[in-house]
């Protein structure tokens, strides 16, 4: 398993962008699918983008699609999260998720998550 550490969150208002880094320990970065979630208060923990080990393919919720993007530097052991046109819906706490194998839109498909970093979106 890898150690994943979420940074970048913060309080922004609605329209801003944010771009989320996800720092991993481990040599075996490159061989990891890696993902975006976010859970706000009271709802389900809630699928946002996923990137395969080699960084050719990327998988959106269709609530991101064309607003977030996902990228990783596997040199640098980090995948990132850039978000634009921040609304009040998207306040929720985000997490990165890694796994070995293919890529799953549910998080119970991955076994190594961040602690989080809190995301708020002011109207």
């Known amino acids: 398993q890898v150690q994943l550490v979420e940074s970048g969150g913060g309080l922004v208002q609605a329209g801003a962008s944010l771009r989320l880094s996800c720092a991993a320990s481990?040599?075996?970065?490159?061989?990891?699918?890696m993902a975006w979630f976010r859970q706000a208060p009271g709802k389900e923990r809630e699928f946002l983008a996923a990137?395969?080990?080699?960084?050719?393919?990327?998988y959106y919720a269709d609530s991101v699609k064309g607003r977030f993007t996902i990228s990783r530097d596997n040199a640098k052991t980090t995948v990132y999260l850039q978000m634009n046109s921040l609304k009040p819906d998207d306040t929720a706490v985000y997490y990165c998720?890694?796994?070995?194998?293919?890529?799953?839109?549910?998080?119970?498909?991955?076994?190594?998550w961040g602690q989080g970093t809190q995301v708020t979106v002011s109207s």
């Open positions: 481990g040599r075996a970065f490159s061989m990891y699918t």
């Open positions: 990137i395969t080990w080699s960084g050719s393919v990327t």
């Open positions: 998720a890694a796994n070995r194998g293919s890529v799953y839109t549910r998080s119970v498909g991955y076994n190594s």
